[in-house]
T-cell receptor, first 117, second 117 residues
Framework: AQKVTQAQTEISVVEKEDVTLDCVYE???????LFWYKQPPSGELVFLIR????DEQNEISGRYSWNFQKSTSSFNFTITASQVVDSAVYFC??????????????WGLGTSLAVNP | DTGVSQNPRHKITKRGQNVTFRCDPI?????LYWYRQTLGQGPEFLTY????????KSRLLSDRFSAERPKGSFSTLEIQRTEQGDSAMYLC???????????????FGPGTRLTVL
């Protein structure tokens, strides 16, 4: 069965600290996609990144970086020099590409990040 | 910039009443998804359309729930005989189809928050 585990329920940091959000996934498929979404207090899910299972290159986008390790089935997300505006719930999700049809996303329970001034 | 829109944003109803929500996806997207999210949880998949065809339904979608996408554009989700357990945020997302990496990104609407009294 497919599963996404975000072991950290809540994290609280002080502004300018670096913070890493963990994501571990389970899947039997060789072709799959991993995602991170941000859900600020307003409620709307905002796409952050997508990574396919054949691309293990780490990615950096401004203060955000992602570390994909197939050997440990992890796709961790790091925010460098955190800011108050980063406060949100962050979700990791898994999608399997099946016979050319992308279907549903399997979501973790989310990590609530509070960045305090 | 026209994203995914959902109406209404909030709905309060009494137990036993029927409710209907509408989702307007991004115009060139032919895939449409419905999710349900309760407090402290990640989104749970409900159903998925490719154009007007409903290709997958979750077991969460009891016979009180029905979704349609009659012309392959907007979609409606109806809940009949609402129960208090139906109280949740109902999220709609859309994505393009095809075989490129871009297929898999789902764009979410702001959601409809349902409260059943």
């Amino acid at each position: 069965a497919q599963k996404v585990t975000q072991a950290q329920t809540e994290i609280s940091v002080v502004e300018k600290e670096d913070v890493t959000l963990d994501c571990v996934y389970e899947t039997r498929d060789t072709t799959y996609y991993l995602f991170w979404y941000k859900q600020p207090p307003s409620g709307e899910l905002v796409f952050l990144i997508r990574r396919n299972s054949f691309d293990e290159q780490n990615e950096i986008s401004g203060r955000y970086s992602w570390n994909f390790q197939k050997s440990t089935s992890s796709f961790n997300f790091t925010i460098t020099a955190s800011q108050v505006v980063d406060s949100a719930v962050y979700f990791c999700a898994l999608s399997e590409k099946n016979a050319g049809n992308n279907r549903k996303l399997i979501w973790g329970l989310g990590t609530s990040l509070a960045v305090n001034p | 910039d026209t994203g995914v829109s959902q109406n209404p944003r909030h709905k309060i109803t009494k137990r036993g009443q029927n409710v209907t929500f509408r989702c307007d996806p991004i115009s060139e997207h032919n895939r449409l998804y419905w999710y349900r999210q309760t407090l402290g949880q990640g989104p749970e998949f409900l159903t998925y359309f490719q154009n007007e065809a409903q290709l997958e339904k979750s077991r969460l979608l009891s016979d009180r729930f029905s979704a349609e996408r009659p012309k392959g554009s907007f979609s409606t989700l109806e809940i009949q005989r609402t129960e208090q357990g139906d109280s949740a945020m109902y999220l709609c997302a859309s994505s393009p189809s095809g075989f490129s990496l871009e297929d898999n990104e789902q764009f979410f609407g702001p959601g409809t928050r349902l409260t059943v009294l």
